[in-house]
């Protein structure tokens, strides 16, 4: 909203940023939807405290109303904010490869050219892939039978 501090919610988007390390775009929206509730809290409980300030000083009779119905989104978005906070703990447990490539990008090695050719740039990037995972290694499937007739084989003698 224009009479929000800007700011500060990009404060909070980014301290929520460092506080869960998210691996992916994915995780990055969960992150900024976790922020984005967070304002809406403090939003609401302005909202809330201004009610009470103008029953106060005019003398309302619908505070009650109004608290239970802020007090109810409030409870809402703190569930929402809890079921993001599964979802990210859902991939950093569930995907560890992911945390891994973040800490350990590509590696890229720099390449210096000659100055001596002008069409080539001062220096390029060359991107280097890690080798292909190995086939899964083939096993042999046991055979199988029906339980009944499996039951039965056990108890005959060979």
């Known amino acids: 909203m224009t009479n929000e501090d800007r700011a500060a ?6 301290e929520l940023t460092e506080f869960y390390r998210p691996l ?8 900024q939807d976790i922020a984005t509730a967070h304002w809406q809290i403090g939003r609401l409980d302005r ?3 201004t009610q009470w300030n103008l029953a106060i000083a ?10 239970a119905s802020i007090n109810r989104q409030i409870d809402q978005l703190q569930l929402r904010i809890a079921r993001l906070e599964r979802r990210i703990k859902f991939v950093h447990v569930n995907f560890p490869a992911a945390r891994a490539e973040t800490k350990t990008q590509i590696n890229e090695p720099t390449v210096q ?13 060359i991107f280097v892939m ?12 046991k055979p199988t039978c029906h339980p009944l007739l499996e039951k039965h084989l056990k108890r005959t003698p060979a």
Not at 9 to 14: E, H, N, S, T
Not at 24 to 31: D, M, P, W, Y
Not at 58 to 67: A, F, K, R
């Open 130 to 141: 890690p080798p292909p995972m190995p086939p899964p290694k083939a096993s042999t499937p």
């Open 47 to 49: 909202c809330l405290v």
């Open 113 to 125: 050219s000659s100055e001596k050719d002008p069409g080539v740039s001062k220096s390029c990037r």
């Open 58 to 67: 005019g003398g309302s009779n619908t505070v009650p109303e109004l608290t």
């Open 24 to 31: 992916n775009q994915i995780t990055t929206g969960i992150v």
């Open 9 to 14: 919610c990009d404060a909070l988007r980014k």
